[in-house]
């Protein structure tokens, strides 16, 4: 992912900061060049990205895992649609041919893609089989599957498994989150549900910046550039130190231009970066909770109004909460 150049040029109220007046300008990048640069190992094609750019990383299922829910959802299926054949074979015993044929048709629409995509869309992507497996379906975001995932997914199953079972197993191994042709139509993949998801701590302010953070202009920062700057800072230790330097300053040399004034001289890429997002987050957090504080006091000026005045929400004869 390369870190985003932003297209739209930083509004008045966006804190854009003079390059030459960075403490971090003229820092040596160890290829000799300048400018935008590959945030090499920063793109995770299964990330789910929460609010201030929190990553939260979903290990796609593996081949062998998807292969057994598959197997015991298949083996499920097929065995409701035969004890539904044989059923209905009882019951439509005076039907005539055309009748007959109707019936057949119902039971294996429904048993074949009916019922799996109900299954789905109620459970949140969890069928018998990735139950049995500690999987689960999710869009390509990270959020739970709805019914328009589900019935592309399910409609298409009867033809990549029941009938081509080849193509499948071709899109799966294929694919780098092991999505079939369903998947890639739907916007789904698989993840590894057990073992749980490991959230990163949040950022956490460095003490010699608090106060210079308060006091600073932060613009709209873009969330991809927040995303690389939360990925850089989470992979910090794991770096190699050239790459460490040339990334935290292109990343702060881009942050720079949404925050105002300049931090104080000798501040480090990486602590300026800290700093910004720490900051970002407490006021997101502030401005959160004004908001509730706001919405519970109208709430009890309602409660409390005569049930008659005009910002009262009570019905006549109801009694207001205590």
Do not use: N
Request: aromatic content about 4%.
């Amino acid at each position: 992912m390369s870190v985003p150049s932003p297209g739209l040029s930083p509004g008045p109220s966006s804190g854009q900061a003079p390059a030459a007046s960075l403490p971090w300008v003229g820092a040596p990048h160890p290829d000799g060049t300048s400018g935008d640069v590959e945030v090499d190992g920063l793109r995770l094609p299964a990330d789910l990205v929460t609010g201030e750019a929190v990553v939260l990383e979903l290990r796609p299922a593996a081949f062998a895992a998807r292969a057994l829910a598959y197997l015991l959802d298949a083996f499920l299926t097929i065995g409701i649609l035969l004890g539904s054949i044989v059923a209905m074979s009882v019951l439509a015993a005076g039907l005539d041919d055309a009748g007959v044929a109707a019936v057949a048709l119902v039971t294996m629409v429904g048993c074949l893609v009916g019922l799996p995509v109900t299954v789905e869309t109620l459970t949140r992507g969890r069928s018998v089989g990735k139950y049995a497996a500690g999987l689960r379906v999710v869009r390509d975001d990270g959020g739970p599957v709805r019914f328009r995932q589900a019935f592309v997914r399910g409609l298409l199953a009867v033809v990549e498994i029941y009938g081509l079972p080849f193509v499948a197993l071709i899109s799966s191994l294929v694919s780098p989150q092991g999505k079939r042709v369903g998947d890639l139509l739907a916007g789904t993949y698989v993840i590894r549900e057990r073992g749980g998801v490991e959230i990163p701590p949040p950022v956490r302010m460095p003490p010699h910046l608090a106060g210079w953070a308060v006091e600073a202009d932060i613009g709209r920062i873009p969330e991809r550039l927040a995303l690389a700057a939360r990925g850089f800072l989470g992979r910090f230790d794991r770096l190699h130190p050239q790459a460490r330097v040339r990334l935290g300053v292109s990343l702060a040399d881009h942050v720079a231009r949404y925050v105002a004034p300049t931090p104080p001289p000798g501040t480090s890429p990486e602590a300026y970066l800290a700093a910004v997002l720490a900051e970002r987050t407490r006021r997101e957090l502030e401005r959160l909770t004004r908001s509730e504080e706001v919405r519970s006091s109208r709430s009890a000026r309602r409660d409390a109004a005569p049930v008659l005045s005009p910002s009262s929400h009570r019905l006549v004869g109801e009694q207001p909460p205590r």
